[in-house]
């Protein structure tokens, strides 16, 4: 399939599971039940997961996947942002949106929908990333919440989430030129003014990925060459290999995968003051003069 095909066909799937899920979401639901919910519309709808559905609560920004069996429910008066991957072919679409069951906390919510827009509406063949990250702050500020500075949008690249270059949320020193053709993920976060603006890592994600091959045995070496097979370079979540190797044998065979370093776990991303975090996110291919938006 041809790239351009591929990666607005993923776009128009991402899409189509971000609005459908995000409406779903509630208070008292299971987060497992989102998790799932968006990974199965996906592959209904003929798309490939490119990362676990994260379903990030409140102060945490990034990389909350549910584990095998998680009771984890959606907190009354909470900020839920669905963070949803796709691939077509390998090619990518990156999108999330954020759902605000707090009224006080809808201006975060609206801050971090100005910034992503002001992105869309600066970015262009031969601008400056520093210039985009300049453009999300401003408007991030307009509405009396302020970017997470150490928290960026991504290079897309085929069976790669995230591929070098960066898009940041803030003015900033990286002055990399964006070129047309280019494929990225813009994600700005916004936070309450008085907030560090700052995510550290917090407890482990239940997202991994391979990163390299060693000798192994039984189990270990089969459920590796499962996830080699079935994930190639992108990241996969603890229960989709659980699930297919279940029980006491699996669990061992995938500590033995940690133990032997053959694949790692991402941490969380947690807002280091504690603050309330709100996400919004499309992926873009830089066209001549702007941008065309896949994941509208």
């Known amino acids: 399939m041809k790239p351009l095909i591929a990666l607005r066909e993923a776009g128009e799937i991402a899409s189509k599971v971000r609005e459908t899920v995000l409406q779903e979401i509630e208070p008292g639901v299971k987060v497992l039940e989102i998790c799932d919910r968006a990974e199965e519309m996906i592959r209904d709808l003929g798309g490939g997961i490119a990362f676990p559905t994260n379903v990030d609560i409140d102060s945490v920004a990034a990389h909350y996947v549910s584990p095998l069996d998680d009771d984890t429910l959606v907190p009354e008066r909470s900020l839920v942002k669905l963070d949803v991957g796709v691939h077509v072919d390998g090619y990518i679409a990156d999108t999330a949106a ?38 999300i702050e401003q408007a991030i500020k307009a509405r009396g919440a302020k970017p997470i500075s150490n928290l960026t949008g991504h290079k897309l690249a085929r069976y790669v989430v995230h591929a070098g270059a960066s898009i940041p949320n803030v003015a900033s020193r990286d002055h990399h030129l964006l070129q047309e053709g280019d494929v990225y993920a813009i994600e700005p976060f916004a936070v309450p003014s008085n907030a560090d603006g700052l995510v550290t890592d917090g407890a482990p994600s239940n997202i991994y990925r391979v990163l390299k091959k060693h000798s192994l045995k039984g189990t270990a070496k089969r459920m590796l060459k499962h996830i080699q097979a079935e994930h190639r370079t992108l990241p996969f979540a603890s229960r989709w290999v659980l699930r297919r190797y279940p029980g006491r044998e699996g669990v061992s065979a995938f500590n033995e995968l940690l133990d032997s370093k053959c694949i790692m776990s991402y941490p969380q991303l947690v807002e280091r003051s504690g603050a309330m975090v709100a996400q919004a996110e499309h992926s873009v291919i830089l066209t001549d003069g702007g941008c065309e938006v896949t994941t509208a």
């Open 98 to 135: 954020t759902t605000c069951f707090d009224p006080v906390l809808g201006y975060l919510v609206e801050a971090a929908e100005a910034g992503l827009d002001a992105a869309i509406k600066t970015i262009r063949p031969g601008i400056r990333a520093s210039d985009v990250g300049a453009a």
